[in-house]
């Protein structure tokens, strides 16, 4: 069993900046959280951010210049730092935790989200 937990969102003036986190704990098969999404109310969830086992890491037109993905793999934990927020960043926010066990077998662990509320 894997659990992810979020944390870190809130409500913050536009400007401002948020560091999320997402802890993971359980066996995790030697897989970590690697992705950041976010959903807004009306619209479908979107990837905001990954970070792959290499350390490489890609985001979303949206967030690009604006966000950074991290990991901390002793703590097994995943972290979004996001600065200049806008309005349009107002979204609930979750880690995601992909395993491709192969042959088509794959499992998707979500967090609980963590709301992040962004004021003009």
């Known amino acids: 069993q894997v659990q992810l937990v979020e944390s870190g969102g809130g409500l913050v003036q536009a400007g401002g900046s948020l560091r999320l986190s997402c802890a993971a704990s359980?066996?995790?098969?030697?897989?970590?959280?690697r992705a950041w999404y976010r959903q807004a109310p009306g619209k479908q969830r979107e990837l905001v951010a990954t970070?792959?086992?290499?350390?490489?890491?890609n985001y979303a037109d949206s967030v690009k210049g604006r966000f950074t993905i991290s990991r901390d793999n002793a703590k097994n934990t995943l972290y979004l730092q996001m600065n200049s927020l806008k309005p349009e960043d107002t979204a609930v926010y979750y880690c995601?935790?992909?395993?491709?066990?192969?042959?088509?077998?794959?499992?998707?662990?979500w967090g609980q989200g963590t709301q992040v509320t962004v004021s003009s």
């Open positions: 995601n935790l992909h395993i491709n066990y192969g042959l088509g077998r794959m499992e998707d662990y």
């Open positions: 359980g066996r995790s098969f030697s897989n970590n959280p």
């Open positions: 970070i792959t086992n290499f350390g490489t890491t």
